[in-house]
Each structure stands twice: as structure tokens, then as C-alpha cells.
């Protein structure tokens, strides 16, 4: 299968659904610029779900994180 890059423009428009911040790409990661949740990107497309979010290092789970970083819409 070919996986295309994301495009800029897309990871612009993307934000954290838990700090509501903006991500950066880094490797196969979209990163939230605030907290540091570390979102997978699967044969192309954001995984953009907390649940599969990989914690930052300090965190046990995402609750904990959710108390520290959540900003309500």
C-alpha cells in the first residue's frame, strides 16, 4: 500500500481534543504543542483519540492528564 505524506495543511486544522491545543508531526506521531500527548498516524490518517494517545512521561493515565492539561470548548 502507498501511504501518502500528511499534508500541512491538514496538521494545521488538527488539534488535541483534550488541551485543545495544535500538533506537530514528528516521525509517525502527531504531537499536541501543549501537554505532549503523542497521537499515532496509521497508514496515512491521524488517529486523533485520547484512548490511543501515548502519555508523556509523569503521567500514570489519561485521567491524570486530563485533570492537569483539559480545557473545555
Known amino acids: 500500500m502507498d501511504v501518502r ?3 500541512a495543511q491538514l496538521i494545521n486544522m488538527l488539534r488535541c481534543p483534550v488541551t485543545l491545543s495544535s500538533v506537530k508531526l514528528e516521525g509517525e506521531e502527531l504531537v ?20 490511543e494517545a501515548t502519555l ?14 483539559h480545557r473545555p470548548r
Open 5 to 7: 505524506p500528511l499534508d
Open 32 to 51: 499536541a504543542e501543549v501537554g505532549g500527548l503523542r497521537y499515532p498516524v496509521r497508514n496515512g490518517v491521524p488517529v486523533m483519540l485520547p484512548e
Open 56 to 69: 508523556p512521561a509523569g503521567f500514570s493515565d489519561l485521567d491524570e492528564f486530563r485533570k492537569r492539561f
